[in-house]
């Protein structure tokens, strides 16, 4: 009786909230649709607001672009929050979720309001574009606005060609290397290549190329050309016609200003028939520009040169097609290098053309800041000349360097010839680069750490037959050939593994990082600033101002670098009041505690925390809820214990922990079906057997790795490692524990390519059994329970193996390398090795062998080795690092 009165109370009002939610979800469709519609303009949104700069409206349609991006944020907002209520509905039909639905009508009510706001606003934002002639300014203006920019921003450049070779640093290495390809290189016509990030001296370079003596001397007809980004062909071959005549003192042909590219074409070759010509580009763009010249370029077998600075290596990599190919990849001046540029530019005039000892402290630091940019370092050099040279003035250039780049007229140059290589990125790849502004400056980011992160944001296009991960190392790839992001370390595979920007670049991308709300920094240095929406948050430091600001806003992406202290209350307050995360990066920051209700993180895809605790870490019950989780990373001093709600994580591609433990997983792993990468898997419980099995069922996994592989009882039967199916598209395996035998599936594996083995229990050589891997490139044995007494690499064995560290082995005495054995080994350790007698037999068929390292071996291993080996070794291998008492 109590119930169905207080049913009857409550049906007027489910009434009103069921017409309340078919309406939300009326407005909901359309919103949804109308953020598709922003956000395809939005792709190209910057370029066209920069496309504006010098018309009387451009700072008008920056502020429209602006707030039509912040409009775009607000209805992403809704969108997930929609999402999180509806998810919320209980599914029992009865009272409960009645008066469940009476719970949630405060937070539909507000839903339904913000949605309306929102769509008033896009309303009016669309009038007001119309108000400012925006898309006509943009139809007429963007192409228009480009040449008189390039006019602008080309100075620096222009400079370059009257650099004084006094003023010239670092450049007589690869200006003695291009001059010899060209003087001394093959008679078929030839592509040389300079290619560097923006301000690093290519211009520089090829014009003193260009005009030394030897090239002067050699060639018959020598012709500079500087290629704007916005060239058409018929003007590039006019302008080539144009100088080709002038060079040799002939007439240009009548009506050339008429002429068609094909007519063009036509002269231009007839002009070069015969001689030996030198042609430079300078500053190409265009990938496809070699389809424009190749034509033109005839090739008489005489010695002639095509000359070409760029930015982007696949300017050069189209040139393979019908043309052999020289490149030379520019490095930053070295720090001494730097220094020596900087002191002509800053003391030209006075000081003898040396550094005060008062200031070689600052002007240390100055330098480093422009991380060997020539470009950097000759603008501040030359600006600081007319500096008064003391302590006071230098220490406050120094201290304001950063605003001094985008407000001081003779380094603004610097940012915007810099800029130049992000405007000409295609849409999807300005997000990606924008996102190194999220670590912290001279940050080694990992590849797969940053590229995990970009498929979580949702940067990564799909692609047919391609996965987003080779998407998006191809997008990696893309801004490395543009000289935007530097490689720091390579895999074995040649693959960028640690990647970074330089700073000048870092500097560019924050400031375009702030004018697009794209992330925020709140750090101990005072710039924090959080005005505006938060979409990604950068955290090195806490105070109250961030707590106060930061509870108002929705953040995306929360990344948090080497803070010190956090409060308790902060670690279990995060899933509260960021609910909206898609990407929890606390990898660099050890956290004291999972916060329970990690559930409320259901658009969560990366989570990364590292845990301070020394005990065992139970993974809390909630993270079964992450149903959009793509990456897992769990850092931590002792091991994790996953819950077997994990299992319903079905998107989950990569679990990673320093040691997780599956005891109440156990045969769950194998529902896990989209795992690629699953390390490192404890099997020191009961039900390993179980796991093992299991494993068998991910059919995709690439990358694996078990430790504390157990025996099964104390009879030295040792626990059967044999899946149900091989893994055959695993890449990277890891196997530390008892292991006798190796498994057959193991032996099978032909994608093979980096394998750690460490303590396996065997007298006989594990050589034999691994020869079959023949695409293996990296090799680690640990062979601390190996009872063997050699090692012989056999002829024929492992030929593509590149790297190879044996470790770790008391009984080991010899080791053989048979001739025809690993030829393609660049690099050998031998640690810890105490019995080794000598140098291993054979070594000096190691012809590609680069390193070296040698330590923890017999006393007498020096004394033993012959001469004739050392001197092999010393002669032939770049680096050598040996430990060895006596040596």
């Not at 405007?423 to 670590?439: A, I, R, S, T």
């Not at 870490?617 to 992450?626: D, R, T």
């Not at 214990?641 to 005891?663: A, D, Q």
Request: include cysteine.
């Amino acid at each position: 009786m109590v119930v169905s009165l207080v049913i009857d109370q409550l049906l007027p009002v489910l009434r009103e909230e069921t017409k309340l939610l078919r309406g939300i979800h009326k407005d909901f469709a359309n919103i949804k649709a109308e953020l598709e519609s922003i956000q395809a303009f939005l792709k190209d949104a910057d370029k066209r607001a920069a496309g504006a700069e010098g018309d009387n409206s451009s700072e008008g349609v920056k502020i429209w672009v602006k707030q039509l991006r912040e409009a775009a944020f607000h209805i992403e907002d809704i969108i997930d929050d929609y999402l999180i209520q509806v998810r919320q509905q209980p599914r029992d039909p009865g009272c409960i979720a009645l008066l469940h639905k009476l719970k949630t009508t405060l937070p539909r009510r507000r839903i339904a309001s913000v949605i309306q706001d929102v769509k008033s606003s896009v309303i009016e934002i669309t009038e007001r574009s119309e108000r400012y002639g925006f898309q006509r300014s943009f139809e007429q203006g963007t192409s228009n606005s480009r040449g008189s920019r390039n006019a602008e921003w080309n100075d620096p450049r222009v400079a370059a060609l009257y650099i004084e070779e006094a003023e010239v640093v670092g450049f007589e290495a690869p200006r003695k290397r291009l001059i010899e390809w060209m003087v001394k290189g093959r008679e078929e016509r030839t592509v040389l290549s300079v290619v560097g990030m923006g301000g690093q001296g290519k211009t520089t370079l090829a014009k003193k190329v260009f005009d030394s003596k030897d090239i002067m001397g050699h060639f018959d007809c020598r012709v500079w050309i500087t290629v704007s980004q916005s060239y058409n062909s018929e003007g590039l071959l006019r302008d080539m016609l144009l100088k080709v005549c002038k060079q040799k003192g002939e007439t240009p042909p009548e009506g050339i200003s008429q002429m068609n590219r094909e007519s063009l074409t036509d002269e231009v070759r007839n002009h070069l028939r015969k001689s030996r010509y030198l042609v430079v580009f300078d500053d190409v763009w265009n990938e496809f520009f070699w389809n424009d010249i190749k034509y033109v370029a005839i090739d008489c077998k005489n010695g002639s040169r095509i000359f070409i600075t760029t930015r982007k290596k696949n300017v050069v990599v189209s040139c393979k097609e019908s043309s052999f190919i020289e490149v030379h990849e520019l490095q930053p001046l070295s720090l001494e290098q730097s220094l020596e540029l900087f002191n002509k530019k800053a003391f030209k005039i006075d000081c003898d053309g040396c550094c005060p000892n008062e200031l070689i402290g600052i002007a240390d630091e100055i330098v480093k800041k422009c991380s060997g940019l020539p470009l950097a370092i000759v603008a501040i050099g030359g600006l600081l000349s007319t500096r008064e040279k003391n302590v006071f003035e230098w220490q406050r250039f120094r201290e304001h360097l950063n605003s001094e780049l985008k407000t001081n007229a003779h380094l603004i140059g610097i940012e915007k010839i810099l800029s130049l290589s992000y405007d000409d990125l295609p849409y999807y790849l300005k997000p990606c680069l924008l996102y190194f502004g999220v670590y912290p400056e001279d940050y080694e980011v990992k590849s797969k750490r940053v590229i995990r992160q970009w498929i979580a944001e949702g940067f990564v296009r799909e692609e047919k037959e391609k996965t987003l991960q080779e998407v998006a190392e191809g997008y990696l790839i893309e801004l490395i050939n543009r000289s935007l992001v530097q490689v720091s370390s390579l895999k074995i595979d040649g693959k960028a593994k640690g990647c970074r920007v330089h700073d000048l670049i870092r500097n560019m991308i924050l400031e375009k990082s702030e004018d697009f709300n794209f992330c925020k920094h709140v750090s101990d240095d005072g710039q924090t600033s959080l005005s505006g929406i938060v979409r990604r948050l950068s955290i090195t430091t806490i105070d109250d101002v961030f707590k106060e600001c930061i509870d108002k806003s929705h953040v995306r992406s929360l990344f948090c670098f080497g803070i010190k202290r956090m409060s308790p209350s902060f670690d279990r307050g995060i899933p509260t009041k960021y609910r909206l995360l898609k990407v929890f990066d606390f990898e660099d920051f050890v956290m004291n505690n999972i916060p329970m209700n990690l559930g409320n993180f259901i658009h969560l895809k990366y989570l990364s925390i590292m845990m301070s605790i020394n005990a065992v870490e139970v993974v809390p019950k909630s993270i079964g809820m992450l149903q959009n989780l793509e990456t897992l990373v769990l850092r931590g001093r002792y091991y994790f214990e996953l819950p077997k709600e994990i299992r319903k994580l079905r998107k989950l591609r990569h679990l990673i922990g320093t040691e997780l433990s599956l005891i109440h997983l156990k045969d769950g792993i194998g529902e896990m079906k989209s795992l690629q990468t699953l390390r490192y898997v404890s099997l020191n419980m009961d039900g390993a057997a179980e796991v093992i099995k299991a494993l068998g069922k991910l059919k995709l996994i690439r990358d694996l790795g078990l430790l504390n592989v157990p025996k099964e009882n104390e009879n030295d039967n040792f626990i059967c490692l044999n899946l149900i199916s091989p893994p055959t598209k695993l890449q990277k395996l890891i196997l530390r524990g008892k292991i006798k035998e190796f498994p057959e599936w193991m032996l099978d594996l032909q994608n093979l390519t980096v394998l750690r083995l460490v303590w396996p229990y065997s007298v006989k050589d594990p050589l034999q059994s691994l020869k079959s891997l023949q695409h293996l490139l990296r090799l680690l044995l640990v062979l601390s329970k190996y009872e063997g007494l050699q090692l012989h690499f056999q002829d024929g064995g492992f030929q593509k193996l590149k790297e190879l560290e044996v470790s770790d082995c008391i009984e080991l005495r010899e080791i053989i390398i048979d001739k025809g054995s690993i030829p393609s080994l660049k690099a050998l350790s031998l640690i810890d090795l105490h019995n080794l007698k000598n140098i291993p037999t054979g070594i000096q068929h190691l012809e590609k062998l680069e390193e070296l390292w040698i330590a923890g071996v017999d006393d007498e291993f020096g004394k033993r080795s012959s001469t004739e080996d050392w001197n092999w070794i010393m002669e032939h291998v770049s680096l050598v690092k040996k430990f060895i008492p006596g040596i």
